[in-house]
């Protein structure tokens, strides 16, 4: 007889992956199990949906009208410590909880136990009768090997139905395949590399932290070209070593495919991959592989921060300034912060890597709170690039009337020569897609917009269209003014990537080149067959936007051009200058990877701004010093904290009252501010009115209290929404 407590029925609470308040009361069939982050089947008015045993129940709902969520057969449950990450983030971000674990259970099918195949053999009978078939087919069988229906009538050629009668029969028996299992464990010892003295310094801090086995955070800060990848594939190492599992968070996917060859190259095999490329069944399979311990490293996008890793050792964040990181739509969150908190939930150590620092983690380990592990030197005998600024001001060729020369310089256009000339190869940057940013009527002033966003609608030449790059939106290239009807009055103007390429291949007509840009029309298969071309020097000259700035390594790159450096500099944007830096920093990098030295040369209107002399003087760290004092005195982050409100829908009216009234009940508080409501950056977004409310806060506030006091106040129709951005990174 079982003890009379395990025959009632226990109640728990179960989080639904839908954004509800929180967990509802459930009962379980009598015995079952109620620990935290069990997978139930649970009903939701008339259909059943997945849910996890989240903690003891509400005792909201009278016993008799409880439900039953039945324990989902053979499931492994979800890590205790994923479920308090997913409270966690929930918590800072205002997100309803049930929200985030719907980002952690994002594989469907992935707790259904995998569906066996079976295959044949021969067996010990012999068919009673025989056929010319049935003996190719017994003959073949007669190897050994393990073949399905049609696979053995292929090899036999036979038809299945022949098969299918020896099975019948009893001469062929059925087998059980192995469980395919494409996720190889990787070898720590596969081939270790040689690190200078920086780079053994820092392997060794790294290697020390993963088998200390608890929390600690680390900015791994070098210059491009100095090796961060090989120092951190150390702590991967010793994280191997001590039979725990490794996160590799990548800001793009695009950087996924080098980074797969790098990791093979060091460790034999490739590592799981996680992102939204991925097919439903590889979604699966990289999943349960994660749950069940068999994924020893997995490398991607933000959304793997959510995968269930039962005894995760270290987490590695690449390029940890990137704005990538950041996830704008649905649930608003910042991997890299998530990453660090994840760490700490895990209690192990995580690495945050990059050439250019945000200013929030070079603060943290200028002050101490990250360890500061610093690589200085290139790797192998690559030197900085010189930077050079080319004052725009100052450049008025007498050819250029003639030439119509617009966008490229003569300094620059002599330097291209010379490498043309030379041998070698290099890159001009532009971080603007299409041909041209607005396209403008001569006659009457008319400017292209988009119908469903405030924004100008970009040429885009080569497709002879017009495109919206916010919303998709698109038209063919008109002939004529649509307001004044006049034929041939439309002129672009200003550059983008497809138009700095025509004036390149006017002036350097035999050249080989080719145009890089993450584009909407373009296409990622067209952008990377460029950048294959480049790096295996089929082109002279690659011509892009910031796709090619980052983790490319192409050795006969002497050159870089950045044609407008003063481009994303002045939008009010308090990260503005801090990733402008970032960015031309990193395009900076690419020049002279190998034995050559590399020049860059920025097209500046203001060669006397702070961030432009500090890329001349390659000054790095005085940038940061000069960019803390402004937040500083500014009481901007990290000095202060900043929680973004946006609110948005289709009736403008409705959008613009509930703004007001959300302005009206700010409750006042001491150290905070609240500014708005006013229009949005783009105060039209697919068709969607958008205003604005920015609260500035002191560092010790508790931004979130603040919110949850003031939000309920106003009752927002359906039709409307209010998205928090707790910590915003860009404010459009
Ligand atoms: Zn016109
Ligand atoms: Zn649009």
Not at 85 to 108: C, E, H, K, Q
Not at 219 to 234: A, I, P
Not at 659 to 675: C, E, F, I, M, Y
Request: glycine share 8%.
């Amino acid at each position: 007889m079982p003890p009379p407590e395990m025959l009632q029925k226990p109640v728990v609470g179960v989080l639904l992956p839908l954004p509800l308040a929180g967990a509802y009361d459930y009962k379980l069939p009598a015995g079952g199990n109620a620990a935290r982050g069990g997978l139930v089947s649970a009903p939701l008015g008339n259909r059943e949906v997945l849910g996890v045993v989240w903690g003891a129940a509400e005792g909201t709902v009278g016993d008799n009208r409880l439900k039953i969520a039945e324990p989902l057969e053979g499931a492994p449950s979800l890590p205790p410590k994923l479920c308090d990450f997913i409270d966690w983030v929930a918590d800072y971000t205002l997100n309803p909880p049930g929200a985030i674990l719907a980002m952690a259970l994002r594989s469907r099918g992935a707790f259904e136990p995998e569906a066996r195949r079976i295959a044949y053999v021969r067996g010990v009978v012999t068919p009673p009768r025989m056929s010319a078939g049935r003996a190719r087919a017994l003959e073949v069988a007669g190897d050994g090997l393990a073949r399905s229906v049609t696979g053995l009538a292929e090899d036999a050629n036979v038809s299945p139905a022949v098969v299918r009668g020896l099975i019948q029969a009893g001469a062929l028996v059925p087998t059980e395949l192995p469980e395919f299992s494409p996720f190889p464990p990787p070898d720590d010892s596969f081939a270790a590399p040689s690190l200078n003295d920086d780079q053994a310094v820092a392997a060794q801090a790294l290697r020390d932290a993963v088998a200390a086995r608890k929390f600690s955070a680390h900015l791994l800060d070098g210059v491009t070209g100095s090796g961060k990848t090989e120092v951190y594939f150390e702590a991967v190492a010793e994280a191997l070593r001590h039979n725990k599992q490794v996160l590799i968070l990548l800001p793009e996917i695009a950087l996924t495919v080098q980074f797969l060859e790098r990791f093979a190259a060091r460790f034999g095999v490739r590592p799981t991959e996680w992102h939204s490329d991925l097919s439903q069944k590889e979604r699966r399979r990289a999943y349960r592989a994660v749950m069940n311990g068999e994924a020893r490293v997995v490398v991607g996008a933000r959304s793997s921060l959510f995968l269930p890793f039962p005894e995760l050792g270290l987490v590695i964040v690449d390029e940890e300034h990137e704005q990538a990181f950041k996830q704008q739509d649905g649930a608003i969150y910042h991997a890299r912060d998530m990453a660090v908190v994840r760490a700490r939930i895990e209690d192990c150590p995580v690495v945050l890597a990059s050439a250019t620092p945000s200013l929030e983690s070079f603060v943290n380990a200028t002050g101490g709170r990250y360890s500061h592990l610093r690589l200085a030197m290139r790797h192998g005998a690559a030197e900085l690039p010189r930077v050079k600024l080319i004052d725009l001001r100052q450049e008025k060729d007498p050819h250029d009337a003639e030439h119509k020369a617009q966008w490229l310089s003569p300094p620059l256009r002599e330097a291209l020569e010379r490498v043309l000339a030379a041998g070698e190869q290099a890159m001009l940057f532009l971080n603007r897609r299409g041909y041209a940013p607005l396209t403008l009527c001569e006659a009457c002033g008319h400017k292209f917009t988009c119908p469903h966003c405030s924004a100008w609608l970009v040429e885009h030449k080569y497709k002879r269209r017009l495109a919206c790059h916010q919303c998709g939106f698109e038209l063919p290239m008109p002939s004529t003014c649509p307001q004044c009807n006049q034929n041939g009055t439309l002129i672009p103007c200003g550059p983008g990537v497809e138009r700095v390429a025509e004036e390149f291949a006017a002036f350097f007509p035999a050249a080989r080149y080719s145009i890089a840009s993450s584009d909407i029309l373009h296409g990622p298969a067209e952008t990377q067959a460029a950048i294959r071309a480049f790096a295996r020097r089929e082109i002279d000259v690659l011509i892009g936007t910031q796709i090619v700035a980052k983790g490319h390594h192409f050795p006969q790159l002497t050159l870089v051009g950045v044609v407008d450096a003063d481009l994303g500099g002045s939008d009010g944007d308090l990260r503005a200058r801090e990733r402008t830096f970032q960015l031309l920093h990193q395009v900076s990098g690419r020049a002279g990877r190998a034995e050559k030295p590399g020049l860059v040369l920025l097209q500046t209107r203001n060669p006397d701004d702070a961030v432009m002399q500090a890329l001349a003087r390659g000054d790095r760290d005085g940038f940061y010093e000069q960019e803390r004092g402004f937040r500083e005195a500014a009481q901007s982050p990290p000095f202060g904290r900043l929680a973004a409100l946006v609110i948005s829908g289709y009736d403008g009216e409705t959008v613009r009252e509930i703004a007001r009234q959300l302005g009206k009940t700010a409750p006042s508080a001491r150290d905070v501010k609240v500014w708005g409501p006013t229009p949005a950056f783009y105060a039209l977004l697919r068709g969607q009115t958008r205003e604005r409310l920015l609260v500035q806060a002191a560092r010790g506030v508790d931004v979130q209290a603040y919110l949850k006091a003031w939000l309920p106040q106003v009752k927002v129709p359906a039709a409307v929404r209010v998205t928090v951005d707790v910590d915003p990174v860009s404010f459009f």
